[in-house]
């Protein structure tokens, strides 16, 4: 059983189009994260939310829209894609301390990635 | 401003031969993890080590931490071509957000 599933593995567009990617996690965590890994390999967090909720946002542009129907799945969508978006996408989730009286670290299990190629 | 970064960042050895991995961050923190990346996978958690603890061992992994210099390393014993990977820091500062920051990372080679 994959743990944190991450769709689709590859995507390729145009810019201006719009695309998601979606994921979802099978291991009950309360928090989710989107990390992107530009061409350096460098990750930069971009949204976390904790049991639905907007926790995380960093300095990100808002053509980017993170959505989380519930606490398995948070999508990512992004309006006019831009050849500066291609990188690797990356969900992920954690138990956050806190989270239902968990007192352990914030260690984070990580998606396969999305790799988006905006020509 | 950007915590943990690791150094070398690239490292080649032979098969058998250690491998130590430096990290360095710039603000206080609760833990410092180290994970894995192998070529076109996610990242793997390997070890935590928290900010009240020196030294921890896992297996064929050996991680230190000076909160004094602000530093970590990572120390693979022994190593095997499968240990051919990327490898980063990431470090949780606590507060509210537990968010973890990641560092540029180790790209390890290991020569059969």
């Known amino acids: 059983d994959t743990a944190v599933s991450q769709t689709p593995k590859y995507l390729v567009t145009q810019m201006g189009n719009d695309k998601s990617i979606k994921c979802e996690q099978n291991l009950g965590h309360d928090t989710m994260y989107w990390y992107k890994q530009d061409s350096k390999k460098f990750l930069k967090i971009m949204f976390s939310?904790?049991?639905?909720?907007?926790?995380i946002n960093e300095t990100v542009p808002n053509r980017f829209s993170p959505k989380s129907p519930d606490k398995a799945h948070l999508n990512l969508h992004i309006n006019s894609l831009e050849l500066g978006d291609s990188a690797v996408y990356f969900c992920?989730?954690?138990?956050?301390?806190?989270?239902?009286?968990?007192?352990?670290?914030?260690?984070?299990?990580f998606g396969a990635g999305s790799r988006l190629t905006v020509l | 401003s950007q915590q943990g970064e690791e150094d070398p960042q690239a490292l080649s050895i032979q098969e058998g031969e250690n491998a130590t991995m430096n990290c360095s961050y710039k603000t206080s923190i609760n833990n410092l993890q180290w994970y894995r990346q192998n070529s076109g996978r996610g990242l793997v958690h390997l070890i935590l080590?928290?900010?009240?603890?020196r030294e921890k061992h896992s297996g064929r992994l050996r991680v230190t931490l000076d909160t004094s210099k602000k530093s970590s390393s990572l120390l693979i014993t022994a190593s095997r071509a499968a240990d051919t990977a990327s490898y980063f820091c990431?470090?949780?500062?606590?507060?509210?957000?537990?968010?973890?920051?990641f560092g540029k990372g180790t790209l390890l080679t290991v020569n059969p």
């Open positions: 080590i928290r900010s009240n603890e």
């Open positions: 992920a989730s954690s138990r956050k301390m806190g989270d239902r009286g968990y007192s352990g670290a914030n260690v984070l299990t």
């Open positions: 939310y904790n049991n639905k909720e907007l926790i």
């Open positions: 990431a470090t949780d500062s606590g507060g509210s957000n537990y968010k973890l920051t």
